[in-house]
């Protein structure tokens, strides 16, 4: 099959730009849950940055906005110790830093890295396998995070979270510019992290892949079979060549957003599909890094 050329694409994608809703954008979220739950914690947050330690008891009455029923608030030092709880007042004044959910993710490593990795963006979200109160099967959690200062100087990490969350586009753009963060610091030798899925990079059906611009499928953890595979050709379930826009997005604007159907792993129907991408440049070679999120 004779390949269309990528100035055809790089046109198709000016086009596709107004079909994605403008929830894709940054910052912006399309469920009302993420929003609520988001706002919960900014405004637990600055309760604790205005009057310190002494918010923690509101934190923990029961029918208060801060806890009810499986949300609740809690609050943990930058060291890992666990000064706020409602649902586990016995891990009060203990370390947690030891905690790992099913699939080995570092829970309370992750939340404190969230915060503070990046001094201008003191929040984050995170997603893992966590018990739901009253049992003992882990269900996927999804945690907002925010790091807040006390009047005394001190620094905490207020969190919570909300079990079997809808995946947001918003989060998708977040495990991509991650992603590319690590591949900048240590090349190709990152692929080994995206697949494993201990990793922050994989949770529920989203995960992120990385292909060369030449079409070869160098990282995909829910199709590993793919790898080394060249997917120039590959057609979507709409019957688009979703790698080539992919290629020419990146090489006309560094990144962006891209619509697809595909089927998730160890399922045979089809879903739409909205991607973030990003390029990256290792050793010279340009790589495109994308994560996605079904929206059926």
């Known amino acids: 099959m004779k390949r269309k050329p990528l100035a055809v694409f790089a046109a198709l994608i000016c086009l596709l730009a107004f079909s994605v809703t403008a929830w894709a954008e940054e910052g912006a979220f399309k469920y009302p849950q993420t929003k609520e739950l988001k706002a919960l914690v900014d405004q637990a947050a600055g309760l604790v940055s205005q009057k310190g330690e002494t918010a923690f008891s509101q934190f923990n009455k029961k029918g208060s906005p801060w806890r009810q029923g499986e949300r609740y608030v809690f609050v943990l030092t930058t060291d890992g110790v666990v000064?706020?709880?409602p649902a586990r007042p016995e891990a009060v004044g203990k370390s947690q830093m030891h905690l790992k959910d099913a699939w080995g993710k570092e829970i309370f490593k992750r939340f404190i890295s969230e915060v503070t990795r990046v001094p201008e963006r003191p929040y984050g979200w995170?997603?893992?396998?966590?018990?739901k109160p009253g049992?003992?099967?882990?269900?996927?959690k999804t945690t907002y995070l925010r790091l807040a200062v006390a009047p005394s100087g001190k620094k905490y990490v207020v969190g919570s979270g909300?079990?079997?969350?809808?995946?947001?586009p918003?989060?998708?753009k977040d495990e991509v510019e991650e992603a590319v963060h690590l591949i900048k610091q240590k090349g190709?030798?990152?692929?080994a992290e995206l697949r494993d899925k201990s990793s922050e990079f994989i949770f529920q059906d989203t995960y992120v892949w990385v292909t060369s611009a030449k079409g070869v499928e160098l990282v995909n953890p829910a199709f590993p079979k793919l790898e080394g595979r060249n997917l120039w050709d590959k057609k979507d379930g709409k019957g688009r060549y979703t790698l080539r826009e992919e290629v020419a997005l990146v090489k006309s604007k560094g990144e962006g957003w891209i619509?697809?159907?595909w089927a998730k792993a160890g399922q045979s129907k089809l879903n739409n599909t909205l991607s973030f991408i990003k390029g990256v440049r290792v050793e010279g070679e340009l790589l495109i890094v994308g994560c996605s999120v079904y929206l059926d």
């Not at 995170?126 to 018990?131: F, R």
């Not at 909300?162 to 947001?168: G, H, S, T």
């Not at 190709?188 to 692929?191: E, M, N, S």
């Open 162 to 168: 909300l079990y079997d969350m809808k995946m947001e």
């Open 135 to 140: 049992e003992k099967k882990p269900s996927w």
């Open 126 to 131: 995170t997603h893992y396998l966590w018990p």
């Open 188 to 191: 190709k030798a990152a692929f």
């Open 170 to 172: 918003a989060f998708a």
């Open 83 to 85: 000064v706020c709880d």
């Open 259 to 261: 619509e697809g159907q």
